[in-house]
């Protein structure tokens, strides 16, 4: 079991790890860089709860080997998270009481995220598609699109996010 | 995890020559999200994987006809307006994240209830060009569906080719629910009509055996009539009639059955519906 090297742009830094063949990047994160706010739930594809931006797109971390992500920029939920306080993002969701138990925010918030990168103001029938992927097992989805919708708002009036 | 190696070939000649060197022990994989969800699960432990992200088949020509590269995603396809069926199947496959990752080439090795790309490559008659060391052939995606082994050892699937549409299409995803969702039945059809009578029909269908069928006696009735309510009717009571879906979490084998003729009314009022 010959491990490798493999070098990638975590969260703007450039991050090196060993790794055995056909680790996925979520096991990397979590076991061996401490990023655990991106999640483990189903490990099928199923739950959205392991979502990381890779090159700015939403993919799930619990099926990429970390091999192919090699050269590339990965984005979890610490990068998105300034220093001090919260992303806009991360805001509207604290606001709009979107977080119970917390386990599907993480990828609710990178996929927020991705999607008001791409469009700025989103319908709510687009929102719900974007999200469609991310599971929720508290909150009925009903305050989460509340939060992307205010999210898009507080966003568009000047704060910008990282 | 039991892997001892993992192969990330950096072109097809290297993927095709550490396919010959490794046989059939060597799993193929692309998008990774259906081989890694079921490594994860333990279902499959493979010694050797090789994976395709590398091997640079992921873009879409339209020179002439248009060709789709295996890996291509089912976002890039979804995003290609080149035929509007095939970015509408894409489209209403699994979610954002999901397609970001899922291959158009991947989507023809899925089971049902997956495979909606492959549903609407079939009623397009797409071809597939496979790759291997001793060269490449082309096989129409039914041939390839039908079989029980798709490929022969040491073969890579590398292009679709898909004809320019000479009819009208039509399209419809049934699931449980608006997005994200396993098929109950999947329908798309490809029809061609001179004046009022059909001239060409070809017509899928998925969720109601293993891989997408193709619907050959509606197909067969339809040709040479023109397209009303009653043609419509027979066509996919027809097309139910000849069908016998599996019975899973998704849906039950009987109300499968039951949306293929609901679904495939729907699809053929659109195409009678639709400006020529």
Redesign the interface.
Known sequence: MAAKVVSFTLNGRETEVMVKPLTTLQVILREQLGHTATKTGCRQGGCGSCTVLLNGEPVLSCLLPAEDVAGQQVTTLEGLTPIDGLHPVQSAFFDHYAVQCGYCSPGMILTTKALLDRNSTPSREEVVEAISGNVCRCTGYTAIIEAVEAAAQALKGGQNGR | ?T????F?PESLDEAVTLLAERGPDLLVMA???IA??R???GHLLPDQ?M?L?RVGLDAITTNGKLSIGATTTL?TLANDETVPMLSQAARSA?????R??ATVGGNLFARNPYGDVATALLALNADLKVISRNGERVLSLADFLAAKRHLEPGELLAEIYVPQPTGQTGYYKFGR????TPAVVTIAAHITRDGDLVTAASIALNGVAATPVRATIAETMLVGQPLNVKTITAAAEAAAEMVDPPSDAVASGWYRKRMVSVILGRVLNQIMEQER
């Open positions: 995890m892997v001892k190696k993992y990330l998008g990774g999200t890694m969800m490594m994860n699960e994987v994976g992200r976002s699994a979610a954002w994240s999901l970001n990752m629910r608006a997005y994200n």
